[in-house]
Nanobody, 121 residues
């Protein structure tokens, strides 16, 4: 059974920092592309950042220079370090693990339950 469990969300003041963690089980973690997405009320879910099995990262323009994604394959955990938080960063943040199976012609795509991040004074 695959599980992705996020933690680290909460209430923080503008300009503050949070570190999200996502612990995975039931998958061969090291070969998956891992991502953080977010969804604010009334908006579509959007990609925040992702990291490949080789460690290459990609992040949305709205978080560049503020958020950093990283992974620890030994701990089966992906992190999102969020600095200089703004009220518009308020959202539910979701962890995602994705693997394209070329031979089987399908994609393994797993999601966590989400963790709330609220940026407010």
């Amino acid at each position: 059974q695959v599980q992705l469990v996020e933690s680290g969300g909460g209430l923080v003041q503008p300009g503050g920092s949070l570190r999200l963690s996502c612990a995975a089980s039931g998958i061969r973690f090291s070969i998956y592309v891992l991502g953080w997405y977010r969804q604010a009320p009334g908006k579509q879910r959007e990609l925040v950042a992702d990291i490949t099995s080789g460690g290459s990262t990609n992040s949305a323009d709205f978080v560049k220079g503020r958020f950093t994604i990283s992974r620890d394959n030994a701990k089966n955990t992906v992190y999102l370090q969020m600095n200089s938080l703004k009220p518009e960063d308020t959202a539910v943040y979701y962890c995602n693990a994705r693997l394209q199976l070329v031979v089987a012609n399908r994609v393994n795509d797993y999601w966590g339950q989400g963790t709330q991040v609220t940026v407010s004074s």
